[in-house]
């Protein structure tokens, strides 16, 4: 891991950068797009039947983690296609998007507008739509639930962020209508993925109790789903956040130093990172979108070679856990004139509450609560 941080001087702008990337590694292949879907929807199908074939408490919950890791895949298929880099139709991007999203209860255009601000804000402080830290102060003039949540979350129950990110969205959503936030056209596309998300969870639910009744709702439905949610805010969150890994101030914030220096790459098991299609290999698919997935470990490799210092690298294992859990849960100020947007403790909160810093007022934002988004 470089020993460095987002404070390190950096002066390549991000389509320098870019061009560091082999030009193979932008160019989608529906061929192979399609196969990778056929081969999640393989997995889905094939560990479903298997679940209902065995009829076991035992055997079906351990089949029914496997198949949450085939949801997990198909999600991430449609993450390509909500970035238009699984083939170049736009339309045809959309179809899979809605067919990879709506089974776990995503709606596929309304995650993507969302994610969208995401990238194109990734790691600012104010704007940055996905595990954006608050302070201690305003933390604690939030309402009681959400002050809960924002605890577990960003400390041991990190891996059900995205269950939060998921109401959030669907919530935002069904307001589309009186919303400034979408276009006209925005509006109709984010009624219909709602629609068509509501359509195909409940036939969803239907077919799990009709093919195997409150057993399969539990190993067809509930588990695979919590599986899907427990990878999607597991990698989301270590995808951007790390003790020596700071957001960026609107004064300091830099598009490329944000995308490189302030995504992170990490490791795990190479069957699991199979499964999820090397979403893990982040970095170049901040630096830029259009990537395929299947290009992530050629264009990481690309970028670590000509940015050594700045490509950051970690495997998830039990020290790195405890470390960003224990660590990573507010700004220390948000001070206009003298802001320090270091991490602070939850235990290194309440030791300085009785001599706090002076601050000032900034209204609440509860989209620091989202947590997942890829």
Sequence with gaps: MPGTTVDREFSDSLPQIIRTIPKECFQPQLGKSLLYVARDLGIVV????????????????????????????????????????????????????????????????????????????????????????????????????????????RSGFFFMGSLYTTYQLIKDGLKADSSPLYSDIEKQQVKFSLRLTFLTVLIYVVLSFYLAGFYGFICLFIIPNLVFHFLLSTLTYFHHTAPDVKFLGRHEWDAAKAQLQGTLHVGYPRVLESLIHDINWHVPHHVCVGIPHYHLRKAHMALKSSYPDDVREYTLNLEHIKAVTSKCHFITSRNRANPDLSWMSFDEALALEKTPKKETSTPINTTVLQGSEI
Excluded: E
């Excluded at 909500?82 to 991007?93: A, Q, Y």
């Excluded at 595990?131 to 949540?149: D, E, F, H, V």
């Design 46 to 153: 094939a560990t479903a039947a298997l679940i209902v074939w065995v009829d076991s408490w035992i055997l079906g919950p351990v089949i029914a983690i496997l198949m949450g890791c085939g949801l997990g895949g198909l999600f991430v298929i449609g993450h390509d296609a909500g970035h238009r880099s699984f083939c170049k139709s736009t339309r045809l991007n959309n179809v899979i998007g809605h067919i990879t999203t709506s089974p776990v209860f995503w709606p596929f255009h309304i995650w993507r507008l969302d994610h969208d601000k995401h990238h194109r804000h990734s790691s600012h402080i104010d704007k940055d739509t996905a595990w954006r830290p608050t302070t201690y102060k305003l933390w604690k003039r939030m309402p009681k639930n959400q002050k809960y949540i924002y605890k577990k979350i």
